[in-house]
């Protein structure tokens, strides 16, 4: 299973990205330290985890601690070792899935998948400008990929341009 996991801090001087190897992770804590490691004093540490253009994980520390995880589909944690890792112990989100679905039903846009099941804190980003009704409409959108929900997020959180480079490169 090929993954791309990218990091997206935010410190004094603003938001950078870094790539992050998950390879040899032994367990979420392991993971979260690799996040920490990328930036030390950041205010805000994103983990955006993309697998197999099929599954989405976004992982996130304030000022290093304080742990929060969303998963894009619980199926992930059955699909491989590292989803087992990153989402096989959280539940589902406040908001489910299936309100999401029926409230987005526009005629003019691509059908929402409906058996996605997401899981972890879908409001993890409400504060820096997606709130969990977005995110969930992101990730239950058919037709988008793990990519591209990563991009629009950052768009809207401000680090867009900072990981698309690191896409690039």
Excluded at 15 to 32: M, S
Excluded at 126 to 144: F, I, K, S
Aim: charged share 30%.
């Amino acid at each position: 299973m090929s993954y791309f996991a990218a990091a997206a801090v935010r410190g004094a001087t603003g938001w950078t990205a870094a790539e992050v190897n998950l390879n040899g992770v032994a367990d979420i804590e392991e993971a979260a330290d690799r996040l920490r490691d990328v930036d030390l004093d950041a205010d805000i540490s994103l983990l955006f985890v993309e697998s197999d253009d099929t599954y989405l994980v976004v992982m996130r520390l304030d000022e290093g601690e304080d742990l929060r995880i969303f998963g894009s589909d619980s199926a992930f944690a059955e699909e491989s070792r590292l989803g087992a890792l990153l989402v096989g112990d959280i539940k589902a989100p406040a908001i489910e899935i299936d309100e999401v679905v029926e409230q987005s039903a526009d005629p003019d846009k691509p059908a929402a998948d409906p058996d996605a099941d997401p899981v972890g804190d879908a409001d993890l980003l409400a504060d820096l400008g997606v709130p969990a009704r977005r995110l969930l409409e992101l990730c239950a959108h058919d037709g988008l990929l793990p990519a591209d929900v990563t991009a629009e997020i950052c768009q809207l959180i401000g680090c867009g341009d900072e990981v698309e480079e690191l896409r690039e490169a």
